[in-house]
């Protein structure tokens, strides 16, 4: 079974740090982009950071310079350390993991999301 599965998230105090992790099991393909999403209440689904199996990264203008992403391609594993915490981080926190298939078709596989909280 293809799935994507996301820990770490939690609430923590503005200026503080948390580091959440993806691990995607059963997709059997390269994995050539993992990344992290948010979707605050309202609002819709954003992308955060994004890096190829070439440790490529892209970064929003929000997070950039506050927000680390890193991959372990043996684990097809994606982590993302965030410092500098501020409260309109707050939000579910996807992660999704892009493959092709035989026929280069691309596929996003989902994670459930895990909540962070950042209180003023």
């Known amino acids: 079974q293809k799935q994507v599965v996301e820990s770490g998230g939690g609430l923590v105090q503005a200026g503080g740090s948390l580091r959440l992790s993806c691990a995607a099991s059963?997709?059997?393909?390269?994995?050539?982009?993992m990344a992290w999403y948010r979707q605050a209440p309202g609002k819709q689904r954003d992308l955060v950071a994004r890096?190829?199996?070439?440790?490529?990264?892209t970064y929003s203008d929000a997070v950039k310079g506050r927000f680390t992403i890193a991959r372990d391609n043996a684990k097809d594993s994606v982590y993302l350390q965030m410092n500098n915490l501020k409260p309109e981080d707050t939000a579910v926190y996807y992660c999704?993991?892009?493959?092709?298939?035989?026929?280069?078709?691309?596929?996003?596989?989902w994670g459930q999301g895990t909540q962070v909280t950042v209180s003023s």
């Open positions: 059963g997709i059997g393909a390269t994995i050539y982009v």
């Open positions: 999704a993991a892009e493959y092709l298939d035989g026929r280069l078709r691309s596929y996003t596989i």
């Open positions: 890096i190829t199996n070439g440790d490529v990264t």
